[in-house]
């Protein structure tokens, strides 16, 4: 059974950067894609980005307009995700995400939350 722990987040002032790691454990990772959804208070989660194991491929929602970057460490079985120019409306809680197969960020980008698993989910403060 995949688990995925997540670390990072946290407070930040606007135009700060912060970053959010999550490691999967439990099986191995190659097949799967790894993202990062979040969810502000009162609304839907929403995809923010994941990238594919095999082939590395990364997708990012469009209006994070390129301040967020995904990377993956093989070693680690882990992913990051770099959070920079960060604005109040970024404020969330993160949450990472799993799902195998050669579809899956397909699946990830078009906001399908039946995901092989999720991680506890960690809180990301921007403050003004």
């Known amino acids: 059974q995949v688990q995925l722990v997540e670390s990072g987040g946290g407070s930040v002032q606007v135009g700060g950067s912060l970053e959010v790691s999550c490691a999967l454990s439990g099986r191995a990772v190659s097949g799967y894609a790894m993202g990062w959804f979040r969810q502000a208070q009162g609304k839907e989660r929403e995809f923010v980005a994941g990238?594919?194991?095999?082939?590395?491929?990364?997708w990012y929602a469009d209006s994070l307009q390129g301040r967020f970057t995904i990377s993956r460490d093989n070693a680690k079985k882990s992913i990051a995700l770099r959070m920079t120019s960060l604005k109040p409306e970024d404020t969330a809680v993160y949450f990472c995400?799993?799902?195998?197969?050669?579809?899956?960020?397909?699946?990830?980008?078009?906001?399908?939350?039946?995901?092989?698993?999720w991680g506890q989910g960690t809180l990301v403060t921007v403050s003004s």
């Open positions: 995400a799993a799902r195998w197969g050669p579809r899956a960020l397909t699946a990830m980008t078009l906001g399908n939350r039946d995901m092989d698993a």
């Open positions: 990238i594919h194991w095999d082939d590395d491929v990364s």
